[in-house]
């Protein structure tokens, strides 16, 4: 009785509360059950999802309908009273797709064994709106892939940049909504501190869930329905593993030995012009009265040198020997080096995964579990103060169901990343070293740099109410915490009297007094006090979402929902100082800012599905508000520091605005019989700003940097026009049309004030006060991009399978308005107005990603002396290929406006990945070998320098060739960095399972 009062209070809330929806995370079955015999409709007949308790009964049209299955594969059974029963073995279910069978029953008194049947793949998907794909836990964890991140790398539509973020289309980096389990993923901060909007490398670390604990991947890179949100580009949906109806688990062991993962010499190799230049005591002596000087020998020993010659002479020749030896010491490469300096090449790469799950209890459908976790050792490809990058996600997925009305799932995760700011891309820009050309290297300095350390930790509450066969409800609470710390640490240096070493006779220094021999115009010398950066970052997120989904009738499936998100912000960053109060006592650059931003989202839409149109037509609308303090007055800005401009500045703040936005989308698909079908597709999409652009405020002398907390949303109106057709009995061809059209996007504003930053002049108002500018964003950039891509693919084959994925697409870029605002009393101050577009330098026309994998069944395979050493193995290969970067390259002044007329070659690799598992019994042994880049092609490193750019296109020469000038920067310093990508690397996989 309490049973049936509660579910009846519940249905009257859903009924009069407001409905909101979260991304759906589950897939559709549907289908008929007619007589074999008089092919009359069935009614009342049972359809059941064998292992669980999801089922349904048909109606007077023999039609069933089952909602919010789990994606996966399940053995599918009808019966009826009278009738024989038929199983339909492996139907898959995958997200937000409805799969169709239909059965026919035989009178039990003609045929009375079961009937069992293999479901086949159908030729087409027929209620495909728009651009995706979807990979399941098989090819994922047999892929020749790292983590869940490389299997976006698997789809043409997704590109990776030189940081190891990632965008879809052309669109610029984060602007994809990737979710687990339906909570979306999200960095509160991606920049450096006290940067103002420069990134940090590897924001995208968190996507690297582990592969063991996942279900089945979805990939949109086309438009996507009104439930999806803060996104312009794609979504990634990744669901969990739930726990079969037995225990299983499995553990893997993942290695790689140790070596050096860049092209070019070791690093610290002494046959390097500066050691060959001060390796050498003879060399040392050679300029024996210049470094005399330097160490102020002759000042030290001047009554020696005065007095008695001899004695000097030798006192300067143990004097110059010690120095050498203390050089040596700074820069060879040893464990305990006080500037960090190491042998990068001895760390091995070691990875652990596990997952396992199943039953709590008696009855399996009661509760269950998975847990799935992995710990990640994977060394810097060059010298880095972390030494080992270290990443551990560990993810609970609980599911309880006390009712058959009634499922409970809880999620909690762990994520941690402890790295470095500049390192951590598999580009080798970004692995370490940074900014080197055209700055100076940091090598013999690699303490410089702190170690980041970033956690975050999340539930998610889940319930999942079952109001009838035809509709349910879902409620999500969330809640995430995200921790990111960079920690001053004291370095040793010449800067200090403490650790400097002036002679022979210092009894504490470490490291060698300022001289000719740090060769300042080519390293770093270690002249500083402490880490280069310090930042503490948290944020707590708040999210709450209630959805409703309600089969109406057999033609129409309504969603409609609503979600809220709540963070609590702080951040404070220092860059280049060591001062407590850096944000108000200064000479360097420093940012802070404390918010609450809030965003809301509704939706509502309706997926048609006719015999010969399926439609997903929806709106959706967005709000946000970042609940900061704007300045009254932008131009006259209050300034806490005592070093700024000397005007204190206007104090009146005002809050930030509320932006909202509708977004109108529609997709639609025409399949024509079973082998062909058409779509169209057109919608807006929008996203918020990200967090740095909105809320950073930057000081150094005055303000450097101010955020704007009122930017517009950013937005994109995307057309497609699509076509499936399978060619022959086993492949499909999904070719696709596409325009994005990017408006209200985000790009650098200065503006001119009386608070900016003393350095920065920008001009007087007409009164003779001096004004200087800061940087600020507004929304004055757009871009767009026109392409198509075409998949081929395998579907309904036993044991190998395919996917070809190609992309032809071209991505512009622009910006327009004033490039300085200025306050309307500026004397003879003014910028003009203007308009430009170019070619993007990300864009990359071609881009073609292949998938072969062959799978060996028990007993299959060739077999030699009497054994089969392939059964149960499995052999994937990738083949990727794109093209290079975009890059300017002029030869006439005149042509001075040019902008990425040239491009880099194309960048091609072969990886293949071998697993064989060995039973016994229950349980099995795993083992495998992985090959990356395989043939060990190179690609070539974009460079940054006019000279470099230069001597590449006109004479073929890279960082890592002499050419005709062997004393060129780039080449003494970097020739490490002419190829970008990783050499060849062999991964040895040891595993078990039960």
């Given at each position: 009785?309490?049973?049936?009062?509660?579910?009846?209070?519940?249905?009257?809330?859903?009924?009069?509360?407001s409905?909101?929806?979260?991304?759906?995370?589950?897939?559709?079955?549907?289908g008929?059950?007619?007589?074999?015999?008089?092919?009359?409709?069935?009614i009342g007949?049972?359809?059941?999802?064998e292992?669980?308790?999801?089922?349904?009964?048909?109606?007077?049209?023999g039609?069933?309908?089952?909602l919010?299955?789990?994606?996966?594969?399940?053995?599918?059974?009808?019966?009826?009273?009278?009738?024989?029963?038929?199983?339909?073995?492996n139907?898959?279910?995958f997200?937000?797709?409805?799969?169709?069978?239909?059965?026919?029953?035989s009178?039990e008194t003609?045929?009375?064994?079961?009937?069992?049947?293999?479901?086949?793949?159908?030729?087409?998907?027929?209620?495909?709106?728009?651009?995706?794909?979807h990979?399941?836990?098989?090819?994922?964890q047999?892929?020749?892939?790292?983590?869940?991140?490389?299997?976006?790398?698997?789809t043409?539509?997704?590109?990776?940049?030189?940081?190891?973020?990632?965008?879809?289309?052309?669109?610029?980096?984060?602007?994809?909504?990737f979710?687990?389990?339906?909570?979306?993923?999200?960095s509160s901060?991606?920049?450096?501190?006290?940067?103002?909007?420069?990134?940090?490398?590897?924001n995208?670390?968190?996507?690297?869930?582990?592969?063991?604990?996942?279900?089945?991947?979805?990939?949109?890179?086309?438009?996507?329905?009104?439930?999806?949100?803060?996104?312009?580009?794609?979504?990634?949906?990744?669901?969990?593993?739930?726990?079969?109806?037995?225990f299983?688990?499995?553990?893997?062991?993942?290695y790689?030995?140790?070596?050096?993962?860049?092209?070019?010499?070791?690093?610290?190799?002494k046959?390097n012009?500066?050691?060959?230049?001060?390796?050498?005591?003879?060399?040392?002596?050679?300029?024996?009265?210049?470094?005399?000087?330097?160490?102020?020998?002759?000042?030290?020993?001047?009554?020696y040198?005065?007095?008695?010659?001899?004695?000097?002479n030798?006192?300067?020749?143990?004097?110059i020997?010690?120095?050498y030896?203390?050089?040596?010491?700074?820069?060879?490469?040893?464990?305990?080096?006080v500037?960090?300096?190491?042998?990068?090449?001895?760390?091995?790469?070691q990875?652990?995964?596990?997952?396992?799950?199943g039953?709590?209890?008696?009855?399996?459908?009661?509760?269950?579990?998975?847990?799935?976790g992995e710990?990640?050792r994977?060394?810097?490809?060059?010298?880095?103060?972390?030494?080992v990058?270290?990443t551990?996600?560990?993810i609970?997925?609980?599911?309880?169901?006390?009712?058959p009305?009634?499922?409970?799932?809880f999620?909690?995760?762990?994520?941690?990343?402890?790295g470095?700011?500049?390192?951590?891309?598999?580009?080798?820009?970004?692995?370490?070293?940074?900014?080197?050309?055209?700055?100076?290297?940091t090598?013999?300095?690699v303490?410089l740099?702190?170690?980041?350390?970033?956690?975050t930790?999340a539930?998610?509450?889940?319930?999942?109410?079952t109001?009838?066969?035809?509709?349910?409800?879902?409620?999500?609470?969330?809640?995430?915490?995200?921790?990111?710390?960079?920690l001053f640490?004291?370095?040793?240096?010449?800067?200090?009297?403490?650790d400097?070493?002036?002679?022979s006779?210092?009894?504490?220094?470490?490291?060698?007094?300022?001289?000719s021999?740090?060769?300042?115009?080519?390293?770093?010398a270690?002249f500083?006090f402490?880490?280069?950066?310090?930042?503490?970052?948290?944020t707590?997120?708040?999210?709450?979402?209630?959805?409703?989904?309600?089969?109406?009738?057999?033609?129409?499936?309504?969603?409609?929902?609503?979600?809220?998100?709540?963070?609590?912000m702080?951040?404070?960053?220092?860059?280049?100082?060591f001062?407590?109060?850096?944000?108000?006592?200064?000479n360097?650059?420093?940012?802070?800012?404390?918010?609450?931003?809030?965003?809301?989202?509704?939706?509502?839409?309706d997926r048609?599905?006719?015999?010969?149109?399926?439609?997903?037509?929806?709106?959706?609308?967005?709000?946000?508000?970042?609940?900061?303090?704007?300045?009254?007055?932008?131009?006259?800005?209050?300034?806490p520091?005592?070093?700024?401009?000397?005007?204190?500045?206007?104090?009146?703040?005002?809050?930030?605005?509320?932006?909202?936005?509708?977004l109108?989308?529609?997709?639609v698909?025409?399949?024509?019989?079973e082998?062909?079908?058409?779509?169209?597709?057109?919608?807006?999409?929008?996203?918020?700003?990200?967090?740095?652009?909105?809320?950073?405020?930057?000081?150094?002398?005055?303000?450097?940097?101010?955020?704007?907390?009122?930017?517009?949303?950013k937005?994109?109106?995307?057309?497609?026009?699509?076509?499936?057709?399978?060619?022959?009995?086993?492949?499909?061809?999904?070719?696709?049309?596409?325009?994005?059209?990017?408006?209200?996007?985000?790009?650098?504003?200065?503006?001119?004030?009386?608070t900016?930053?003393?350095?920065q002049?920008?001009?007087?108002?007409?009164?003779?006060?001096?004004?200087?500018?800061?940087?600020?964003?507004?929304?004055?950039?757009?871009?767009?991009?026109l392409?198509?891509?075409?998949?081929?693919?395998?579907?309904g084959?036993?044991?190998?399978?395919?996917?070809?994925?190609?992309?032809l697409?071209?991505?512009?870029?622009g910006n327009?308005?004033?490039?300085?605002v200025?306050?309307?009393?500026?004397?003879?101050?003014?910028?003009?107005?203007?308009?430009?577009?170019?070619?993007?330098?990300?864009?990359?026309?071609?881009?073609?990603r292949?998938?072969?994998?062959?799978?060996?069944?028990?007993?299959?395979?060739?077999?030699?002396?009497?054994?089969k050493?392939?059964?149960?193995a499995?052999l994937?290969?990738?083949?990727?290929?794109?093209s290079?970067?975009?890059f300017?390259?002029?030869?006439?002044?005149?042509?001075?406006?040019?902008?990425?007329n040239?491009?880099?070659?194309?960048?091609?690799?072969?990886?293949?990945?071998?697993?064989?598992?060995?039973?016994?019994?229950?349980?099995?042994?795993?083992?495998?070998?992985r090959?990356?880049?395989?043939?060990?092609?190179?690609?070539?490193?974009p460079?940054?320098t006019?000279?470099?750019?230069?001597?590449?296109?006109?004479?073929g020469?890279?960082?890592?060739?002499?050419?005709?000038?062997?004393?060129?920067?780039?080449?003494?310093?970097?020739?490490y960095?002419?190829?970008?990508?990783?050499?060849?690397?062999?991964?040895?996989?040891?595993?078990?399972?039960?």
């Amino acid at each position: 009785m309490k049973h049936i009062l509660l579910n009846k209070i519940i249905l009257i809330f859903l009924l009069f509360s407001s409905v909101i929806l979260p991304q759906g995370q589950t897939g559709k079955l549907v289908g008929t059950i007619t007589d074999a015999n008089t092919g009359e409709p069935l009614i009342g007949a049972n359809v059941l999802l064998e292992g669980t308790n999801i089922g349904a009964a048909t109606n007077a049209e023999g039609r069933f309908i089952i909602l919010n299955i789990a994606p996966g594969k399940y053995n599918v059974v009808a019966s009826m009273v009278g009738y024989t029963k038929v199983i339909e073995k492996n139907v898959e279910i995958f997200i937000d797709r409805t799969t169709q069978i239909n059965f026919k029953l035989s009178d039990e008194t003609v045929q009375l064994e079961q009937v069992v049947v293999v479901a086949k793949r159908p030729p087409i998907i027929k209620d495909r709106t728009s651009s995706q794909s979807h990979i399941d836990d098989k090819q994922i964890q047999a892929a020749p892939i790292e983590g869940l991140r490389g299997a976006l790398d698997l789809t043409s539509g997704f590109q990776k940049d030189q940081k190891g973020n990632y965008s879809v289309r052309g669109s610029s980096s984060y602007e994809v909504n990737f979710q687990i389990n339906g909570v979306e993923q999200m960095s509160s901060n991606t920049s450096a501190p006290a940067t103002f909007g420069t990134e940090k490398s590897d924001n995208s670390w968190k996507y690297d869930v582990n592969p063991l604990g996942v279900q089945q991947l979805q990939l949109i890179t086309g438009g996507f329905s009104a439930e999806y949100g803060n996104a312009q580009a794609g979504v990634v949906k990744v669901v969990l593993k739930e726990g079969a109806p037995r225990f299983t688990g499995e553990f893997r062991v993942e290695y790689r030995p140790s070596g050096q993962y860049h092209y070019g010499p070791y690093i610290y190799d002494k046959n390097n012009w500066e050691w060959q230049k001060w390796g050498k005591l003879e060399n040392w002596m050679a300029r024996k009265n210049e470094i005399a000087s330097e160490l102020k020998l002759d000042i030290r020993y001047q009554w020696y040198k005065d007095n008695d010659p001899d004695t000097y002479n030798q006192l300067v020749d143990r004097e110059i020997k010690w120095a050498y030896d203390l050089w040596v010491k700074n820069h060879e490469p040893s464990e305990d080096n006080v500037l960090g300096v190491y042998d990068y090449r001895q760390y091995s790469y070691q990875r652990y995964l596990f997952g396992f799950g199943g039953p709590l209890g008696k009855d399996p459908n009661v509760l269950k579990f998975y847990i799935s976790g992995e710990y990640k050792r994977n060394p810097t490809r060059l010298p880095t103060p972390e030494k080992v990058q270290v990443t551990q996600n560990y993810i609970l997925n609980l599911t309880y169901q006390p009712f058959p009305e009634h499922k409970f799932r809880f999620m909690g995760s762990y994520q941690s990343y402890l790295g470095g700011i500049w390192s951590g891309s598999s580009d080798i820009r970004w692995s370490g070293l940074a900014f080197t050309p055209p700055g100076v290297s940091t090598k013999y300095l690699v303490t410089l740099d702190p170690v980041r350390n970033e956690q975050t930790v999340a539930q998610t509450l889940n319930w999942v109410y079952t109001i009838s066969n035809t509709s349910f409800s879902e409620l999500i609470l969330t809640h995430q915490q995200e921790k990111y710390e960079l920690l001053f640490k004291y370095l040793a240096g010449y800067g200090l009297e403490v650790d400097r070493a002036d002679s022979s006779k210092d009894p504490s220094g470490t490291v060698l007094r300022e001289g000719s021999w740090w060769e300042k115009d080519f390293f770093r010398a270690p002249f500083g006090f402490s880490t280069n950066y310090y930042q503490d970052s948290r944020t707590e997120n708040y999210g709450l979402r209630f959805d409703y989904t309600n089969q109406i009738n057999q033609n129409h499936l309504i969603k409609s929902g609503l979600s809220f998100n709540y963070w609590d912000m702080i951040n404070n960053g220092v860059n280049s100082s060591f001062q407590a109060n850096s944000f108000v006592a200064r000479n360097g650059f420093a940012d802070y800012y404390k918010a609450y931003p809030i965003s809301l989202g509704f939706y509502v839409q309706d997926r048609m599905e006719f015999e010969g149109m399926i439609a997903n037509i929806g709106l959706r609308a967005e709000a946000y508000n970042f609940q900061a303090r704007v300045p009254v007055d932008p131009f006259n800005v209050l300034y806490p520091g005592t070093d700024g401009p000397g005007v204190i500045g206007n104090p009146e703040t005002k809050d930030s605005e509320t932006k909202y936005i509708f977004l109108p989308r529609v997709g639609v698909s025409f399949p024509i019989g079973e082998s062909t079908a058409f779509r169209i597709q057109y919608g807006h999409f929008a996203s918020m700003p990200i967090f740095s652009q909105a809320l950073s405020n930057k000081t150094w002398v005055g303000w450097q940097g101010i955020g704007n907390p009122n930017l517009e949303p950013k937005k994109t109106i995307q057309y497609e026009f699509g076509l499936q057709q399978t060619i022959g009995e086993s492949n499909r061809l999904d070719f696709a049309v596409y325009y994005n059209d990017r408006v209200t996007q985000i790009g650098s504003r200065n503006i001119a004030a009386y608070t900016g930053s003393r350095n920065q002049f920008a001009g007087f108002t007409v009164d003779n006060t001096p004004l200087y500018y800061y940087l600020s964003y507004a929304n004055n950039a757009f871009g767009s991009t026109l392409g198509f891509e075409a998949t081929l693919e395998s579907f309904g084959t036993k044991n190998w399978s395919y996917r070809i994925s190609y992309s032809l697409s071209q991505t512009t870029t622009g910006n327009y308005g004033a490039s300085i605002v200025y306050p309307d009393n500026t004397r003879g101050y003014s910028t003009r107005n203007f308009t430009g577009e170019f070619l993007a330098s990300w864009d990359r026309t071609h881009n073609l990603r292949t998938l072969i994998q062959y799978f060996w069944d028990k007993a299959e395979g060739p077999e030699l002396f009497g054994v089969k050493p392939l059964a149960d193995a499995s052999l994937s290969m990738t083949y990727t290929a794109q093209s290079g970067v975009p890059f300017t390259y002029i030869t006439d002044f005149g042509l001075r406006d040019v902008v990425n007329n040239r491009r880099y070659p194309i960048e091609s690799s072969v990886d293949l990945n071998f697993i064989k598992n060995i039973y016994f019994g229950s349980y099995k042994l795993l083992i495998g070998i992985r090959v990356m880049n395989l043939f060990d092609n190179k690609w070539i490193t974009p460079m940054s320098t006019n000279d470099d750019i230069n001597l590449w296109v006109e004479q073929g020469i890279t960082m890592m060739d002499a050419g005709n000038n062997p004393n060129r920067f780039s080449y003494l310093v970097a020739p490490y960095r002419a190829f970008s990508n990783i050499p060849r690397q062999v991964f040895f996989t040891v595993g078990f399972g039960f």
